[in-house]
């Protein structure tokens, strides 16, 4: 058996509910080496380093 909703839900209260489905931009900080927009918490993609340590090689 399926789940069966006992009312009808009000367009209004239909979209109250899905009010909050909102995308919202990434959170960005410069990278402390190369000055460098990032993702906080994740190696640079520019200069490969993560909390002053260089993690990755880039060529």
Same mark, same amino acid.
């Given at each position: 058996?399926?789940?069966? %909703?006992?009312?009808? +839900? +009000?367009?209004?209260?239909? =979209? &109250? &509910?899905?009010?909050?489905?909102?995308?919202?931009? %990434?959170?960005?900080?410069?990278? +402390?080496?190369?000055?460098?927009?990032?993702? %906080?918490?994740?190696?640079?993609?520019?200069?490969?380093?993560?909390?002053? &340590?260089?993690?990755?090689?880039? =060529?």
């Amino acid at each position: 058996m399926s789940i069966c %909703p006992k009312n009808k +839900s +009000s367009k209004g209260r239909r =979209d &109250r &509910r899905r009010a909050n489905w909102k995308m919202t931009l %990434p959170t960005l900080v410069p990278c +402390s080496r190369c000055g460098e927009l990032m993702v %906080p918490h994740r190696v640079c993609k520019s200069c490969g380093t993560y909390n002053k &340590r260089e993690i990755v090689t880039i =060529d």
